[in-house]
């Protein structure tokens, strides 16, 4: 079992970085591929990033890859997205994610989200 606690949402100007965090409890967050995916108000959730175990492979959105960072940091339980040059259609709830098997997915574990709201 894996507890996800996301953090690091928030309000920003069109334009700016952010970086969302995500803590994963238990002693085993090296087993686990871990991701982001998204949802914006009135649509479907989306896939937003994913890293290997290791941290040596990782698979973003097509169209964000430019402006999207997925890190982890398997000593302290947690993996990051940094977001750049944030647009108003980045706004969404963005929930963490952890498999034991499915680096592509589909994952097992999920967050309860953080909101981003990106202000044109």
């Excluded at 402006?67 to 398997?74: M, V």
């Excluded at 940094?82 to 259609?89: G, I, P, S, T, V």
């Excluded at 980045?90 to 994610?97: L, S």
């Excluded at 997915?105 to 990106?118: A, H, L, N, S």
Aim: glycine share 10%; proline share 2%; aromatic share 12%.
């Amino acid at each position: 079992q894996v507890q996800l606690v996301e953090s690091g949402g928030g309000f920003v100007q069109a334009g700016a970085s952010l970086q969302l965090s995500c803590t994963a409890s238990g002693r085993t967050f090296s087993s686990y591929a871990m991701g982001w995916f998204r949802q914006a108000p009135g649509k479907d959730r989306e896939f937003v990033a994913a890293i290997s175990r290791s941290g040596d492979s990782t698979h973003y959105l097509h169209s964000e890859k430019d402006r999207l960072t997925i890190s982890r940091d398997n000593a302290k339980n947690t993996v990051h997205l940094q977001m750049n040059d944030l647009k108003a259609e980045d706004t969404a709830v963005y929930y963490c994610v952890a498999d034991a098997l499915n680096f592509f997915g589909p994952y097992k574990y999920w967050g309860q989200g953080t909101q981003v709201t990106v202000s044109s």
